[in-house]
């Protein structure tokens, strides 16, 4: 499984309004903690690889027993994705693959250990995002090329590409990221991970509707 995620200095932007700079790398990088914890207890995941230049996020997240790969196209997120794909499949040749996105802060195991067993009936699959606009997973099975399609309106691409979308029913934790506040209380409302929940508790007041 491949997880892409930026500098945490100009991560979550659209935060901007809620919380300052110096808030805004905090949740970033709780969001890609609580994510990668999950994403490595979930059954069927045996690795986890997170594509960053950030030494912050990247000795963090290594912590919790993922791999580090640097972006070292640095162009961007699909490019991230795709570089995050080959390291993947130097490491487990004939391994299906997965782009999951680093925001997922109430991400359940169980969820996501269900939406990949629905996801390997299909070649390419993909699952949209709370907002039914952008994508938070694709999948790839053995022998197929990832092919991310990544930002804005993915979902849109996604199936375009000829990735099949998996249904939605009872995997809310896996489609719900983050940019907004209300993005962030719409998870809370689901069950924050734990390094969420402990940055969460102190700006919950600057982040109330």
Do not use: C, W
């Amino acid at each position: 499984m491949v997880v892409p995620l930026k500098p945490l200095r100009r991560a979550k932007s659209r935060l901007a309004p809620d919380a300052d700079a110096s808030q805004r790398p905090l949740l970033a990088l709780a969001f890609a903690q609580d994510t990668v914890a999950a994403a490595l207890a979930a059954e069927g995941v045996r690795d986890v690889v997170v594509v960053t230049d950030d030494a912050e996020a990247g000795a963090a997240v290594a912590a919790l027993g993922a791999l580090v790969v640097p972006d070292s196209p640095g162009a961007g997120l699909n490019a991230a994705l795709a570089h995050g794909a080959r390291a993947v499949a130097l490491r487990r040749p004939g391994a299906p693959l997965a782009a999951l996105n680093a925001d997922l802060p109430a991400l359940r195991p169980a969820e996501l250990a269900r939406v990949l067993r629905r996801a390997a009936a299909f070649p390419r699959a993909f699952l949209p995002d709370a907002a039914g606009i952008g994508t938070t997973l694709l999948t790839a099975g053995p022998g197929a090329d990832l092919r991310p399609a990544f930002g804005g309106h993915s979902r849109l691409r996604h199936a375009a590409g000829g990735a099949a979308e998996i249904p939605v029913a009872g995997v809310d934790s896996v489609r719900q990221d983050v940019d907004t506040a209300a993005d962030l209380r719409a998870a809370s409302v689901l069950g924050l991970g734990p390094h969420t929940a402990r940055v969460y508790a102190a700006l919950a007041p600057l982040l109330a509707p």
